[in-house]
């Protein structure tokens, strides 16, 4: 069974510049999360979906981040413009949904941004 | 707001002794409890869950936890270490019925051969 798939692993851009991320999560995961995580930090939530519909945005600087997931499958989260702080590691993962939900996240690798 | 606290950020252990990871949570009611590891280049995946029944839940690759539900703590524990344990280690908690895990800081352990 394929794992979650994220592109690029790395990237590396100047301040000001877009960038995108994207993720195809494990087949039949309904729920999809992206996360952030900074050198020597756990983790942070920026955003779930379950299917197309996000369900808790409420961490995503909505000034310069968007994300979408359309088809409820596979999901970007683009930043525009970059800023320096945006420097780390953009996690996505992937759960069954509902009553089906164990709890259990499945991860990608990630994609490491640097900003310059 | 839940928070997590690791309070060993980064521990080095020779091969052969024995690792106690520390993790305490702040909510005081139903939670879900989870270790999480990623291995040097690879991606974070499950090292073991606790959802309820016995407290002292066994997962892969010999590690244990422990919830102490007085302490607020699930702490993970190994009795021998090998140098493939080399990892960053990540406590997680979800509130019950809640999807979304809060995420600690994470030790990294480096075993020495």
């Known amino acids: 069974e394929a794992g979650v798939v994220q592109s690029p692993r790395y990237k590396i851009i100047e301040k000001k510049q877009p960038v995108a991320f994207w993720c195809n999560p494990i087949?039949?995961?309904?729920?999809l999360y992206w996360y952030l995580q900074n050198l020597g930090q756990g983790p942070e939530l920026l955003i779930r979906?379950?299917?197309?519909?996000?369900?808790?945005d409420s961490q995503l600087p909505k000034d310069r981040f968007s994300a979408e997931r359309l088809k409820g499958v596979d999901s970007t989260l683009k930043i525009q413009p970059a800023e320096l702080g945006d420097s780390a590691v953009y996690l996505c993962?992937?759960?069954?949904?509902?009553?089906?939900?164990?709890?259990?996240?499945?991860f990608g690798e990630g994609s490491r941004l640097t900003v310059l | 707001a839940q928070s997590v606290s690791q309070h060993n950020h980064h521990v080095i252990l020779s091969e052969a002794a024995s690792l106690e990871l520390g993790c305490n949570y702040s909510?005081?009611?139903?939670?879900?409890l989870f270790w999480y590891v990623q291995y040097p280049g690879q991606h974070l995946q499950l090292l073991l869950k606790?959802?309820?029944?016995?407290?002292l839940v066994k997962g892969i690759k010999g590690f244990e936890a422990e919830f102490i539900k007085s302490k607020f703590s699930f702490n993970l524990r190994k009795p021998s270490v090998q140098w493939s344990d080399t990892a960053e280690y990540f406590c997680?908690?979800?509130?019950?019925?809640?999807?979304?895990?809060?995420f600690g800081r994470g030790t990294s352990l480096i075993v020495h051969p």
């Open positions: 993962a992937s759960s069954l949904a509902g009553t089906f939900n164990t709890g259990e996240l499945f």
């Open positions: 087949s039949g995961h309904n729920t």
């Open positions: 979906y379950e299917n197309e519909e996000a369900v808790d």
């Open positions: 909510y005081g009611g139903t939670v879900n």
């Open positions: 606790y959802f309820s029944g016995d407290p």
């Open positions: 997680a908690v979800n509130e019950g019925g809640s999807y979304i895990p809060t």
